[in-house]
């Protein structure tokens, strides 16, 4: 699970406050896949689904807090 963690889950995220909006449906459900299987495998193929956030929430968190910090930045051109 540590592995899952630190390596596919960071590589699966990565950017993807700039592509999340333009992701479409199926290609988010495919992006869930890996997750679903890392959980089967660290699981004994009972699969806790509900154990971890799906990265379809991860992504519009992130995206959401990217773009919050722009608009709250008087700063920011």
Known sequence: MTFYTTCIRTIM????????H????YLSNELESPQ???LRINFCLSCPLG???SLAERRCAISAKLYAGIISNQDHK
Do not use: D, Q, S, T
């Open 13 to 20: 995220k990565y950017a993807c406050a700039v592509f999340h």
């Open 36 to 38: 679903k299987r890392a």
């Open 51 to 53: 154990m971890l956030i």
């Open 22 to 25: 333009g992701l479409p449906e």
